[in-house]
């Protein structure tokens, strides 16, 4: 590893904010105190105060990830994805502008070694975070892209967009592909036009919860 003053650590995700929506149609997190500082005081007799927070929410909120238990009922759960399969894995960045269309097939991609790699597509969608455009005609990937990427052993696979899926259909082939072969997905990064084509480390780790397939996560990268 780079000496501190060599090494940048880039923030790839969205903050989480109260009422915030993420997906249409799902409700946006509540956020508030269990425990507040003003009351925690008569506790102590130091001047001490803590404040506990509560947040209730759906697990798809902010820049989440998807397990394999997310899409297969008999897939590994958050708790039993290998920390080997969620940080430290080398990336690359595949730039494909939302300006030039929404489906991101094959096309470049047959050329690049994503073996073990965290594969992120950059669209410039995180561009319309929070606004009523996001969840529209989103860029997506196509079922060859996914495959594709299941065949050439890509270690996880990102986006930048609404959804990984083409949400205009009612069926999720890109979900299945990928989480079928145990490749971790995470949706609605943001800031990827901030890294290299390749030569930095990614790191998206949701925490350690049997029954659930997906969660939100503090996704990075580390340069240098």
Not at 46 to 71: C, E, K
Not at 122 to 148: F, S
Not at 165 to 184: E, N
């Amino acid at each position: 590893m780079a000496n501190n003053e060599e090494t940048r650590i880039v923030d790839l995700s969205h903050v989480i904010e109260h009422g915030m929506t993420t997906y249409k149609g799902l409700p946006g997190p509540h956020i508030c105190d269990f425990w507040t500082r003003e009351g925690s005081a008569e506790n102590y007799d130091d001047g001490s105060s803590f404040q506990i927070g509560r947040i209730d929410m759906v697990a798809n909120t902010g820049t989440y990830l998807d397990s394999p238990f997310h899409r297969y009922a008999d897939g590994a759960d958050l708790a039993e994805l290998p920390l080997n399969s969620l940080a430290e894995l080398p990336g690359i960045v595949i730039r494909r502008p939302w300006e030039n269309g929404i489906e991101i097939g094959l096309a470049g991609m047959e050329g690049l070694d994503v073996h073990g790699m965290a594969v992120l597509f950059q669209t410039g969608w995180d561009r319309h975070w929070r606004t009523d455009r996001y969840g529209e005609e989103h860029p997506y990937l196509t079922r060859e892209a996914a495959e594709w990427l299941v065949a050439n052993g890509a270690a996880l696979v990102g986006i930048d967009s609404y959804n990984i899926d083409d949400t205009r259909v009612r069926a999720r082939p890109v979900h299945t592909k990928l989480l079928a072969a145990d490749i971790p997905i995470c949706e609605h990064m943001t800031a990827l036009g901030s890294l290299p084509d390749a030569g930095f480390r990614f790191s998206a780790v949701p925490p350690k919860i049997s029954g659930m397939g997906t969660f939100p996560v503090r996704a990075y990268a580390v340069l240098g």
